[in-house]
């Protein structure tokens, strides 16, 4: 099984509807991030996590919420989802081991497509 | 501004050269680390290497190496000797001390390799 695990692999929506991104880790890290992929964009950080109880807007998480259910456990969800937030969605891990050293573990992504 | 530019877009290569992507950062803070990552077509990220700022000694991994140069903020992946295999999207980042919740993705060099 892999290290992060992220469901949907793919969905496809309408506007406007409530879609959740699910992400679960079997790592043991403290530490998890959501992040949106875009062509010519590179990666951009949504919102993360450094522990159950501590909750990060990133660079770009309006129209976003996230939970943080358990250690394990974060996941992304759009409210109301709209056609500019078609992406590839990735979670992520890292240890809290040293001040911004931390290596990133990837899920496989999550590609979203609103209609 | 952008924290780290990854100038090349794309770059195709015939199989048995050598490429090198480019990757600028720019930081204030004296700790830093410089990450490379590989996206190959399926899709998920890998972690390549990671370097912190106090240590400017090149590194070679098989036909992989990194040439980190503080005085140019510069810290560039050449692959030698290139296979079909090679073909992916590389992104570098930066993760600051200061701020070590937060990596800097470039938005990425897609390289080709042509049989």
């Known amino acids: 099984d892999a290290d992060v695990t992220q469901t949907p692999r793919n969905r496809i929506t309408k506007t406007g509807k409530r879609i959740m991104l699910e992400c679960s880790q079997t790592?043991?890290?403290?530490?998890m991030y959501w992040y949106r992929q875009d062509p010519g964009l590179g990666l951009r950080l949504i919102y993360y996590s450094f522990d159950v109880k501590d909750i990060n807007k990133g660079e770009i998480s309006d129209g976003y919420s996230v939970s943080r259910q358990a250690q394990a456990k974060f996941s992304l969800s759009l409210e109301s989802a709209i056609p500019n937030q078609t992406a590839l969605y990735f979670c992520?891990?890292?240890?809290?081991?040293?001040?911004?050293?931390?290596?990133?573990?990837f899920g496989a992504g999550s590609r979203l497509t609103v209609l | 501004a952008q924290k780290v530019t990854q100038a090349q877009t794309e770059i195709s290569v015939v199989e048995k050269e050598d490429v090198t992507l480019d990757c600028v950062y720019e930081?204030?803070?004296?700790?830093?680390?410089l990450f490379w990552y590989k996206q190959p077509p399926s899709g998920e990220l890998v972690f390549l290497i990671r370097r912190n700022s106090f240590d400017e000694q090149n590194e070679i991994s098989g036909r992989y190496s990194w040439n980190f140069q503080k005085s140019t903020s510069s810290f560039n992946f050449t692959i030698t000797a290139s296979q079909v295999v090679d073909s992916a999207v590389y992104f570098c980042?930066?993760?600051?001390?200061?701020?070590?919740?937060?990596?800097?993705f470039g938005t990425g060099t897609s390289l080709t390799v042509i049989p």
């Open positions: 930081t204030r803070d004296t700790t830093y680390y």
């Open positions: 980042a930066l993760s600051e001390a200061n701020t070590g919740n937060q990596f800097y």
């Open positions: 790592k043991g890290h403290d530490r």
């Open positions: 992520a891990t890292s240890d809290q081991t040293g001040y911004g050293a931390n290596v990133l573990t």
